[in-house]
C-alpha cells in the first residue's frame, strides 16, 4: 500500500523538528485542493502517514511546511520578514503504491529535501 510520510530535522541545532505545522494539497488543472494537517511529533515526524491507501493517488502534492512560526518558537532571532517562513514545496508520485518519504532539512536560512524510503 502507498504512503506518504515526512520528517523534519533542524539542522541547526541538531534535533528533530518539533511542533512543526504541515498543510497537504493535491494539485490539479484547477488549482490546489487542501487534503488535510498534521502537526509533527516529539521526533519530528507524524504520528501515522500523511495519505496512504485509497487517499494516496497518482499526481501532484504540496507540502506547505511553517518553519517560520517553529523557529521563532526556538528563539531564533532574524530581521522580519524572515527569510524563511512558509515553505512550499511540490512533488509528483508516479507510483501511488511505493512509500514516498519526504523529509525537511532546516535551518533559518536554508532547507533541503530528497525523497527518501
Not at 43 to 62: M, N, Q, S
Not at 90 to 100: C, I, K, L, M
Request: charged share 25%.
Amino acid at each position: 500500500m502507498g504512503r506518504l510520510t515526512t520528517h523534519i530535522l533542524d539542522t541547526a541545532r541538531g534535533l528533530p523538528g518539533k511542533g512543526i505545522r504541515i498543510e497537504v494539497y493535491r494539485l490539479d488543472a484547477c488549482g490546489r485542493t487542501r487534503l488535510k494537517e498534521v502537526v509533527t511529533n516529539d521526533d519530528g515526524r507524524c504520528d501515522a502517514p500523511i495519505l496512504e491507501g485509497d487517499d494516496f493517488t497518482v499526481g501532484e502534492y504540496e507540502l506547505v511546511f511553517h518553519a517560520g512560526d517553529y523557529l521563532r518558537r526556538q528563539g531564533v532571532e532574524a530581521e522580519e520578514p524572515r527569510f524563511l517562513d512558509v515553505i512550499p514545496l511540490r512533488f509528483g508520485v508516479a507510483d501511488a503504491g511505493a512509500h514516498y518519504h519526504v523529509p525537511l532539512l532546516l535551518s533559518p536560512y536554508g532547507y533541503s529535501t530528497y525523497r527518501g524510503s
